[in-house]
């Protein structure tokens, strides 16, 4: 009689672990995916290389345009806002998906990609931007899945993270296109930087996918 009196609450308790579990494993799924169409922005850096700086320009503000149309429709409620809301509604935050205007980070990387090929030479906005792309999704899947040592309501493992996979990025630009002396110097302070702004962003009220790319931009201008 007691052992049934304990299977209960036991059972129950089992329960609660494998739903708290299959939820976590969820939420890494959704941010795997949200980290993957983050990545899918390196068109961006490849369209700085090979464009015209002012053809860029034209494509990026077009670009931001279509966003901020999709971003007005997806909160009507309408047929147009639930198709747009099975289609996307996975890549979206849960901040993001209220009727209060909070614009998603789609938003903020086409602004970091038209900002940085409007005030950056060409080299400095391709590394800059890419370096952003990669240091984000890095830093966003380790430091939720190994993230230990909490850095505000971030983690030291996501921003070596970002750090490492930024300079690691530098490095294959270094291999693929003609680069100055310096360039590696110059994209490691940056890499460092950015990972720091990355990391800060929140207590600061700034957007990361903007705030690191002209960061380290900025760096890299000041020292190349």
């Not at 939420?27 to 700086?53: C, D, G, N, T």
């Not at 279509?66 to 997806?74: G, K, N, T």
Request: hydrophobic residues 55%; glycine residues 6%; charged residues 15%.
């Amino acid at each position: 009689m007691y052992y049934k009196q304990l299977l209960h609450p036991l059972a129950f308790a089992i329960f609660l672990y494998i739903l708290s579990r299959m939820s976590q494993v969820f939420h890494y799924r959704q941010e795997v995916y949200r980290k993957l169409i983050h990545l899918s922005s390196l068109w961006m850096p490849v369209a700085i290389y090979f464009l015209e700086r002012e053809t860029a320009l034209w494509v990026f503000a077009a670009c931001t345009i279509a966003v901020l149309a999709y971003e007005i429709a997806r909160r009507r409620k309408n047929g147009l806002a639930r198709l747009l809301e099975r289609l996307v509604g996975a890549a979206l935050r849960p901040e993001e998906k209220g009727q209060r205007f909070k614009p998603s980070g789609a938003l903020y990387v086409l602004a970091a990609a038209f900002f940085s090929t409007l005030v950056f030479p060409q080299l400095i906005a391709v590394t800059a931007l890419a370096m952003m792309l990669t240091g984000d999704a890095a830093a966003a899947l380790v430091g939720r899945k190994f993230g230990k040592k909490k850095i505000f309501d971030k983690t030291l493992e996501g921003a070596l993270a970002f750090f490492g996979a930024a300079l690691a990025t530098a490095a294959v630009i270094a291999e693929l296109a003609p680069v100055g002396e310096g360039y590696m110097l110059a994209a490691t302070a940056a890499a460092v930087v950015a990972a720091q702004v990355e990391l800060v962003s929140k207590q600061l009220r700034l957007d990361d996918n903007l705030s690191a790319a002209l960061a380290a931009g900025g760096v890299m201008l000041f020292l190349m």
